[in-house]
């Protein structure tokens, strides 16, 4: 699995834009990038997951470029109730025998008012 | 929205009992997994379960672990002779197919004392 590296604290307001970049260096070719979302004492919740160019949903955006080494999460106009951190995932969801995830240390962001 | 359910929210036990920790996944998912996270920790993997059989599972997983769908609805998780670090969060999450995303419940918080 394609290791990553994402910033451990983002602090932002309301209102604002809010990007997460993850490096994921070694992403193979058949590996797909997956985010997600934790609140305090919850399960992690899907977020968007994409393989290259951009995704949109009704929650964030994922941005990936050309090279596939890193990724960007954009979370527009943030709220107080957006406080949590984010995973970032990369594996290979296609061979992977069920969903097995592999979970970083995430970017715990801190939404103020 | 359909969800995954988990029981008890809060398990305590003495070292060396038995716990049994319940799951009821969405009703037309077919993938099934046990995660748990240490307090301050990263979500770790412990099983994946498909078709009335484990798929894949990690190191953490030993002996002393076991799953099992008894009925149509109901996926457990069973941990033999407590240890104090088995202290943790589990969550239990489930997946459609081993491709979509995978929905998790909200925990069951095991307190081994």
């Known amino acids: 699995l394609a290791k990553t590296t994402q910033p451990i604290s983002m602090d932002s307001y309301e209102g604002q834009e809010v990007n997460i970049t993850c490096s994921h260096n070694n992403i193979a070719t058949n590996d797909y990038i997956t985010w997600y979302q934790q609140f305090p004492s919850q399960g992690p919740r899907f977020i968007i997951q994409?393989?290259?160019t951009k995704v949109t949903n009704e929650v964030a955006s994922l941005f990936i470029p050309a090279d596939r080494k890193s990724s960007t999460l954009s979370l527009p106009r943030v709220s107080l109730s957006d406080t949590a951190v984010y995973y970032c995932l990369v594996g290979d969801f296609i061979k992977a025998a069920g969903n097995k995830l592999t979970f970083g240390g995430g970017t715990r962001v801190l939404v103020k008012p | 929205e359909p969800e995954v359910t988990q029981t008890p929210s809060h398990q305590v036990t003495q070292m060396g009992q038995e716990v049994i920790l319940r799951c009821v996944p969405i009703s037309n998912h077919l993938y099934f997994y046990w995660y748990r996270q240490i307090l301050g920790q990263k979500v770790e993997f412990l099983v994946s379960f498909y078709n009335n059989e484990i798929s894949e599972k990690s190191e953490i997983f030993d002996d002393q672990f076991s799953v099992e769908r008894p009925d149509g609805s109901n996926f457990t998780l069973k941990i033999r002779s407590t240890k104090l670090e088995d202290s943790a969060m589990y969550f239990c999450a489930s997946s459609r197919t081993a491709l979509t995303e995978a929905f998790f419940g909200q925990g069951t918080r095991l307190t081994v004392v």
């Open positions: 994409g393989y290259k």
